[in-house]
């Protein structure tokens, strides 16, 4: 019973999360015919855009100019933030169409330590509402809030005026079902727990083009690299969502008080395909799943049972574009892409950012393409500050 409800839980989050229609692919169905297959995970939570400002941009953000939440995106970015020491708070009402208590909330703050070195923190705290427990016969048994959390902490660091590197370290827990009362007793499940890393690389160069100012900025960012976790204590054990995220931005300053920034990301989950089997679950095409974490991730770069054609669309685009006036208020817009054979996901993607003295107030809003589509409508709101007192004492 417990495994039937630690499935449940699991499935709950990954069909919502990832928006997949999954199913089953036999030998009924040909290789590359765009069947869905899509890619699941443990603890999705995590490739969940917690910030405003990446959320209106349709979710980019590995080489965006530099702010509180930059550790989420790409750790390197921090070292090149031009305050002191801020933080922030997210707020995102998730899948608030379907269910009215769920929601991801995000805590961030940064402190420069030296004057090429910025140290880091965040909490991402996921919501998942309350679920009520069933007998085999449908009676009801209590009442159980599952939660997820991952508390993070980054240092990054400039190894010249345009180049720098980061690394983030995390804590992750998940407890999707706790402990069910039955009539045969107290079946207890387990919480996940595992730590994870991040690694980043941020460049970023000015530019003078025809007499105005520009700047060039590419960054690469390897997410959540750990250990596979488990939530029962048999040899059940599931990958976490690690991803390669690969950007550029280009920022264009049409005035002294206006200008445009574009950016493009391009994500890959570094987590192995499910193959195709026959009906007996023998593979036909695409490779056993490796078990290992270093194997499986280098693996997902040629595990697709589609062969390149799929590896190909199991890569997503974002693209963002924000507009400045003054630096004291910002219309952004963006749009997000994913095949239809890993889970469809397709929206546009709005909002605006005010700026007042220390105090920045960010909004976004998502429209998705497709009717009766579970992300439709989320909204995202952060709050921060940043301050340059510190700046005067970081240390030469």
Same mark, same amino acid.
Request: glycine share 8%; charged share 20%.
């Given at each position: 019973?417990?495994?039937?409800?630690?499935?449940?839980? #699991?499935?709950?989050?990954?069909?919502?999360?990832?928006?997949?229609?999954?199913?089953?692919?036999?030998?009924?169905?040909?290789?590359?015919?765009?069947?869905?297959?899509?890619?699941?995970?443990?603890?999705?939570?995590? !490739?969940?855009?917690?910030?405003? $400002?990446?959320?209106?941009?349709?979710?980019?953000?590995?080489?965006?100019?530099?702010? +509180?939440?930059?550790? *989420?995106?790409?750790?390197?970015?921090?070292?090149?933030?031009?305050?002191?020491?801020?933080?922030?708070?997210?707020?995102?009402?998730?899948?608030?169409?379907?269910? =009215?208590?769920?929601? /991801?909330?995000?805590?961030?703050?940064?402190?420069?330590?030296?004057?090429?070195?910025?140290?880091?923190?965040?909490?991402?705290? &996921?919501?998942?509402?309350?679920?009520?427990?069933?007998?085999?016969?449908?009676?009801?048994?209590?009442?159980?809030?599952? !939660?997820?959390?991952? @508390?993070?902490?980054?240092?990054?660091?400039?190894?010249?005026?345009?180049?720098?590197?980061?690394?983030? /370290?995390?804590?992750?827990?998940?407890?999707?079902?706790?402990?069910?009362?039955?009539? %045969?007793?107290?079946?207890?499940?387990?919480?996940?727990?595992? +730590?994870?890393?991040?690694?980043?690389?941020? *460049?970023?160069? =000015?530019?003078?083009?025809?007499?105005?100012?520009?700047?060039?900025? &590419?960054?690469?960012?390897?997410?959540?690299?750990?250990?596979?976790?488990?939530? %029962? !204590?048999?040899?059940?054990?599931?990958?976490?969502?690690?991803?390669?995220?690969?950007?550029? %931005?280009?920022?264009?300053?049409?005035?002294? *008080?206006?200008?445009?920034?574009?950016?493009?990301?391009?994500?890959?989950?570094?987590?192995?395909?499910? =193959?195709?089997?026959?009906?007996?679950?023998?593979?036909?095409?695409?490779?056993? =799943?490796?078990?290992?974490? /270093?194997?499986?991730?280098?693996?997902?770069?040629?595990?697709?049972?589609?062969?390149?054609?799929?590896?190909?669309?199991?890569?997503?685009?974002?693209?963002?574009?924000?507009?400045?006036?003054?630096? @004291?208020?910002?219309? $952004?817009?963006?749009?997000?892409?994913?095949?239809?054979?890993?889970?469809?996901?397709?929206?546009? #993607?709005?909002?605006?950012?005010?700026?007042?003295?220390?105090?920045? /107030?960010?909004?976004?809003? @998502?429209?998705?393409?497709?009717?009766?589509?579970?992300?439709?409508?989320?909204? $995202?709101?952060? @709050?921060?500050?940043? &301050?340059?007192?510190?700046?005067?004492?970081?240390?030469?």
């Amino acid at each position: 019973m417990l495994k039937k409800l630690f499935l449940s839980a #699991t499935s709950f989050c990954f069909v919502f999360v990832y928006h997949t229609k999954a199913q089953t692919i036999t030998n009924s169905q040909l290789v590359g015919n765009d069947s869905p297959n899509p890619i699941t995970t443990a603890v999705p939570f995590l !490739n969940i855009t917690p910030d405003a $400002r990446g959320g209106a941009m349709g979710d980019v953000g590995a080489a965006t100019t530099p702010d +509180v939440n930059a550790s *989420y995106w790409n750790s390197a970015k921090l070292a090149f933030i031009d305050k002191g020491y801020g933080a922030a708070v997210s707020y995102n009402p998730w899948l608030r169409n379907l269910v =009215p208590d769920m929601a /991801l909330s995000y805590l961030s703050g940064y402190m420069k330590i030296r004057k090429e070195e910025v140290i880091g923190v965040s909490l991402t705290y &996921f919501d998942l509402g309350a679920i009520q427990f069933t007998d085999a016969q449908g009676k009801d048994l209590q009442k159980f809030s599952p !939660n997820e959390f991952a @508390l993070a902490g980054t240092y990054s660091r400039k190894l010249s005026q345009s180049m720098g590197v980061g690394v983030t /370290l995390k804590y992750i827990y998940s407890s999707l079902a706790g402990s069910i009362s039955t009539s %045969s007793g107290t079946e207890p499940a387990n919480a996940a727990k595992t +730590v994870a890393a991040d690694i980043g690389y941020f *460049y970023t160069k =000015p530019l003078s083009l025809k007499g105005t100012k520009n700047n060039f900025a &590419f960054g690469a960012n390897v997410s959540n690299v750990g250990a596979k976790i488990s939530y %029962s !204590n048999d040899n059940q054990r599931d990958f976490i969502p690690t991803n390669l995220r690969v950007g550029s %931005s280009f920022t264009h300053e049409l005035d002294p *008080y206006n200008k445009v920034i574009l950016s493009v990301d391009l994500n890959k989950l570094m987590v192995p395909t499910p =193959p195709v089997r026959d009906d007996l679950g023998k593979i036909i095409s695409g490779k056993e =799943p490796s078990d290992g974490m /270093l194997s499986g991730m280098f693996g997902s770069f040629s595990d697709a049972p589609g062969g390149f054609s799929e590896e190909m669309k199991e890569i997503t685009i974002s693209s963002g574009l924000e507009y400045w006036y003054n630096s @004291l208020f910002a219309i $952004r817009a963006g749009y997000f892409n994913e095949s239809k054979m890993k889970g469809n996901r397709k929206y546009m #993607t709005i909002g605006f950012g005010l700026k007042y003295q220390v105090f920045t /107030l960010d909004v976004a809003y @998502l429209q998705a393409f497709q009717q009766n589509n579970p992300l439709a409508e989320t909204l $995202r709101f952060s @709050l921060s500050f940043n &301050f340059d007192k510190a700046t005067a004492s970081v240390k030469e």
